[in-house]
């Protein structure tokens, strides 16, 4: 009677092509050689799955016997990750590791150089609890809207206090994980501290061993842990995580009045751009404005300009004529005697 969610959970991350009728996939108990068959199925009669798990776990023997599914040989039948040896020394590491740099982090606080210092604690991945009491299937999985909200500060001085309380005594529960982008079927295996920050509230910090430990998520969601633990461990009954209790279902750390800082934040960003917008449109308008007086200007001159042009050929016109006129005057007989034109009289009358 294993959990079929465990191997949901691992059948979703590879790429199934449309040709195959039947997938086998190995789940073993302890020594116990034994396999899960899935079946395909139209989606429109199977609550809209592509696959119909079956109600019974098969052993090799009666699958080389079935000539439906069309195994032959038990070399087709697919083999069970064996990582136990070396889960269990990367185990042994982590927690000895992780009890030395627990140590140094509780002497040096702040100074030492540990994992406890190095992690940002407020960008890591949160892995939340999920709803399983929702049947319908289509919200089944959603998120409870119940999240712990805690400052960096006050986070790491519970975690402090629980590790005194601990005294070395520290037990980390193996998990497999997948790919998070779903991008390919890779796994890895990481370990699970199961920390009380306070009454009613535990949560799971994930360690991974690389040139050192790193911390990589803090886990919420009890029956997630477990699910992802029988992954690596299908015999185990979850007997490490009964003690596991919290009222909440999604923590996040940092400043608790972040979203309304934020908020404010934005609201001033708002003002300040409403302020920026207001200067432009004004320093446009003043720009516009020099720009007519510039144009009214240049007009105004080359206007007076013209004018003053005008007034000048005017006067050169009425000059030529009246130097005509004088010279027609002098060039009359003497015993006549007309007054010249525009007031103009021969020097014997001035």
């Keep these: 009677n294993g959990d079929y969610r465990v191997v949901s959970c691992y059948l979703r991350r590879h790429n199934i092509p449309g040709s195959i009728e039947h997938l086998i996939t190995d789940f073993t108990f302890g020594s116990q050689q034994l396999y899960c068959i899935m079946d395909k199925k139209e989606k429109s ?16 023997q009666e699958i080389l016997e079935d000539e439906e599914i069309g195994v032959t040989n038990q070399e087709q039948l697919p083999q069970s990750i064996n990582i136990q040896k070396e889960m269990n020394m990367d185990k042994i590491r982590i927690e000895q590791s992780l009890r030395k740099q627990i140590d140094e982090w509780l002497t040096k606080k702040a100074k030492a150089n540990t994992v406890f210092n190095k992690t940002p604690w407020c960008k890591l991945s949160i892995f939340a609890k999920m709803d399983y009491s929702v ?6 999985g959603c998120l409870k809207k119940r999240p712990l909200l805690v400052n960096k500060q006050e986070f790491l001085t519970s ?81 490490c995580l009964e003690s596991f209790n919290s009222i909440f279902h999604e923590i996040r750390i940092g400043n608790i009045d972040g979203d309304q800082n ?47 042009n005008i007034n000048k050929q005017v006067y050169h016109q009425v000059q030529i004529l009246m130097q005509q006129q004088r010279h027609n005057y002098y060039q009359q007989p003497q015993n006549t005697y007309q ?6 009289y021969p020097p014997s009358h001035r």
């Design 45 to 60: 009669i199977n609550r809209n799955y592509a696959w119909n798990m079956r109600d019974t776990l098969y052993t090799a």
């Design 135 to 140: 049947r319908d299937h289509e919200k089944k």
């Design 159 to 239: 975690l402090e206090d629980y590790a005194k309380k601990c005294k070395g005594d520290i037990t980390l529960i193996p998990m497999m994980r997948f790919d998070p982008n779903k991008k390919s079927d890779q796994y890895s295996i990481e370990y699970v501290w199961i920390v009380r920050i306070d009454k009613y509230m535990d949560i799971g910090i994930s360690f991974i061993k690389e040139d050192d430990i790193k911390i990589t998520g803090i886990h919420c969601d009890e029956i997630n842990i477990l699910n992802h633990h029988q992954l690596v461990l299908p015999h185990h009954n979850g007997k």
């Design 262 to 308: 934020k908020l404010n934040a934005k609201e001033k960003e708002i003002e300040k751009l409403k302020k920026e917008k207001d200067a432009m449109n004004q320093r446009m308008q003043d720009a516009i404005q020099r720009e007519k007086d510039a144009i009214q200007k240049k007009c105004n001159d080359e206007l007076a300009a013209m004018q003053n």
């Design 339 to 344: 007054y010249p034109p525009d007031g103009f």
